[in-house]
């Protein structure tokens, strides 16, 4: 669960630094002020029930609060537009990268993550995938 928080709280930081290259480290402080007030809300909330793991999932919900906040508040000043397919991939990718810290017990699941981007990248690939399928 840790390893999940890891990739929003690295999004955050690449905002955090674009609010410190506009001079503007007044939000940052804010939005570090309202994910640590989600954090201590969800664990006290969930730790009488769940124990650590309760602790992961607010830290993972905590560092999800923060990127939402910065990017919402960056767009009064950059307005952004993300591409979704983009996004999606450097998430799969991340998680390929996390999983593969794991070792050979995990190379089932990278593969799938592998298959689909480039599901989401390469139109062609369901029939290129089709097509070797029926070869085998």
């Not at 007030?37 to 124990?51: D, H, K």
Request: aromatic fraction near 16%; hydrophobic fraction near 55%.
């Amino acid at each position: 669960i840790l390893l999940f928080s890891l990739l929003f709280t690295s999004f955050s930081l690449l905002l955090e630094d674009i609010f410190r290259g506009l001079k503007n480290t007044r939000l940052i402080s804010l939005t570090l002020c309202f994910g640590t007030a989600v954090n201590l809300f969800f664990n006290l909330l969930l730790i009488p029930y769940f124990s650590i793991y309760a602790a992961a999932f607010s830290s993972l919900l905590s560092s999800v609060a923060i990127l939402t906040v910065r990017y919402l508040l960056l767009q009064k000043y950059l307005h952004l537009t993300w591409n979704r397919k983009m996004f999606f991939a450097i998430l799969i990718l991340s998680m390929q990268v996390i999983l593969s810290c794991f070792g050979a017990k995990t190379i089932l699941p990278q593969t799938m993550l592998f298959l689909l981007i480039a599901w989401i990248f390469y139109p062609d690939f369901k029939s290129h995938l089709s097509h070797l399928l029926h070869k085998v």
